[in-house]
T-cell receptor, first 114, second 112 residues
Framework: AQSVTQPDIHITVSEGASLELRCNYSYGATPYLFWYVQSPGQGLQLLLKYFSGDTLVQGIKGFEAEFKRSQSSFNLRKPSVHWSDAAEYFCAVGADFGNEKLTFGTGTRLTIIP | EAGVTQSPTHLIKTRGQQATLRCSPISGHTSVYWYQQALGLGLQFLLWYDEGEERNRGNFPPRFSGRQFPNYSSELNVNALELEDSALYLC???????????FGPGTRLTVL
């Protein structure tokens, strides 16, 4: 069964600073990987996804993530955060075709300070 | 293009009652997924419907059930409500099975 670990429960970053949110997954085959963002009381918005191909993927709002098979990681990065980036971020892994469900990490809450 | 919509936004019930939550997928999407986001338990997969059939379900008791209608909208029913069913219930849809899931805003269910 697949699983996702987000080791950082809460991260605080200064506005304008760079950001990296960690995500490690466990899955037997090539995974489908996703990052979603959730503002308080809201649903999930897709930031980016990796299915195959180029291991560095670009997403919305200036985010990018890199798939590293050797480290079973899919870390999310942003070179310069904005106050509006404060939210909860979820990494998720999808299984093979025919067993569709997403397994989510526990999330990382991002706080931005001036 | 409209996104995934869910109704109601909030739902308050008492223990033992039944709750019905509704979801309309993005136009053209045929797969609908339900997830529960409970405090302290994270996001957990509940159910997946595709072309009107239940294709997969998560580790939830049978009192969690649902259906998908011919127009691909979906309903989640929770019978014999328990306090621990209080959660945000999220619906997602994808254009075909296995493709990217897009989420709605959720229904906040509170069981008193």
């Amino acid at each position: 069964a697949q699983s996702v670990t987000q080791p950082d429960i809460h991260i605080t970053v200064s506005e304008g600073a760079s950001l990296e949110l960690r995500c490690n997954y466990s899955y037997g085959a090539t995974p489908y990987l996703f990052w979603y963002v959730q503002s308080p009381g809201q649903g999930l918005q897709l930031l980016l996804k990796y299915f195959s191909g180029d291991t560095l993927v670009q997403g919305i709002k200036g985010f990018e993530a890199e798939f590293k098979r050797s480290q079973s990681s899919f870390n999310l990065r942003k070179p310069s955060v904005h106050w509006s980036d404060a939210a909860e971020y979820f990494c998720a892994v999808g299984a093979d075709f025919g067993n569709e469900k997403l397994t989510f990490g526990t999330g990382t809450r991002l706080t931005i300070i001036p | 293009e409209a996104g995934v919509t869910q109704s109601p936004t909030h739902l308050i019930k008492t223990r033992g009652q039944q709750a019905t939550l509704r979801c309309s997928p993005i136009s053209g999407h045929t797969s609908v997924y339900w997830y529960q986001q409970a405090l302290g338990l994270g996001l957990q997969f509940l159910l997946w419907y595709d072309e009107g059939e239940e294709r997969n379900r998560g580790n939830f008791p049978p009192r969690f059930s649902g259906r998908q209608f011919p127009n691909y909208s979906s309903e989640l029913n929770v019978n014999a409500l328990e306090l621990e069913d209080s959660a945000l219930y999220l619906c997602a849809s994808s254009i075909v099975q296995g493709d990217t899931q897009y989420f709605g805003p959720g229904t906040r269910l509170t069981v008193l």
